[in-house]
T-cell receptor, first 112, second 115 residues
Framework: QQQVKQSPQSLIVQKGGISIINCAYE??????FPWYQQFPGKGPALLIA?????SEKKEGRFTISFNKSAKQFSLHIMDSQPGDSATYFC???????????FGEGTQLTVNP | GAVVSQHPSRVICKSGTSVKIECRSL??????MFWYRQFPKQSLMLMAT?????????EQGVEKDKFLINHASLTLSTLTVTSAHPEDSSFYIC???????????FGPGTRLLVL
């Protein structure tokens, strides 16, 4: 079964700190790994995505680190802000236009 | 940026009635749309893949006769929950693949409450 396992389930960080969320996948055919941010009562919004030909991608305060041999990837949020408080989902797919397999989600709380 | 809308945003209905949810890609064409459902504090579960002009592909365990999907144009897909029951109460989210780009954009979701 295609699975993406995400941890931690919840995370509390102080303002200005670094938030780190980890995901691991099983299917080596996955070649597209996006991260989504979801606020309560809203649909997910694409944050950043990476393909396995690079080990890191950075966009503003958000960085994805990718370890192909370990089949793991992580999201780092630098200088975390209270406005970053949301649920974050990692996902994986075979190609960017294909069905996504989602992780279980991480509820991030950034305290002021 | 690419925008996907859903209508209605919230619906309350009586048990046994049918509810239609619309998903529209407002500024791009989408040959493929997906329908998800999400229970409180849980992840998104893919229900079906909707391709323009063809029958939807349903995930294992999803009743195709209960969740009718129609993708009649490159900008519109509809999900009809037939004979809704309280256990169908959930947050339904659609997404659309921007043709030629491959990026998946999500709608704002529809909250369904069946009494």
């Amino acid at each position: 079964q295609q699975q993406v396992k995400q941890s931690p389930q919840s995370l509390i960080v102080q303002k200005g700190g670094i938030s780190i969320i980890n995901c691991a996948y099983e299917n080596t055919a996955f070649d597209y790994f996006p991260w989504y941010q979801q606020f309560p009562g809203k649909g997910p919004a694409l944050l950043i995505a990476i393909r396995p030909d690079v080990s890191e991608k950075k966009e503003g305060r958000f960085t994805i680190s990718f370890n192909k041999s370990a089949k793991q990837f992580s999201l780092h949020i630098m200088d975390s802000q209270p406005g970053d408080s949301a649920t974050y989902f990692c996902a994986a797919s075979r190609g960017s236009g294909s069905r996504l397999t989602f992780g279980e989600g991480t509820q991030l709380t950034v305290n002021p | 940026g690419a925008v996907v809308s859903q209508h209605p945003s919230r619906v309350i209905c009586k048990s046994g009635t049918s509810v239609k949810i619309e998903c529209r890609s407002l500024d791009f064409q989408a040959t493929t749309m997906f329908w998800y459902r999400q229970f409180p504090k849980q992840s998104l579960m893919l229900m079906a893949t909707s391709n323009e002009g063809s029958k939807a592909t349903y995930e294992q365990g999803v009743e195709k006769d209960k969740f009718l999907i129609n993708h009649a144009s490159l900008t519109l897909s509809t999900l009809t929950v037939t004979s809704a029951h309280p256990e169908d109460s959930s947050f339904y989210i659609c997404s659309a693949i921007r043709e030629g780009r491959g990026t998946q954009y999500f709608g704002p979701g529809t909250r369904l409450l069946v009494l």
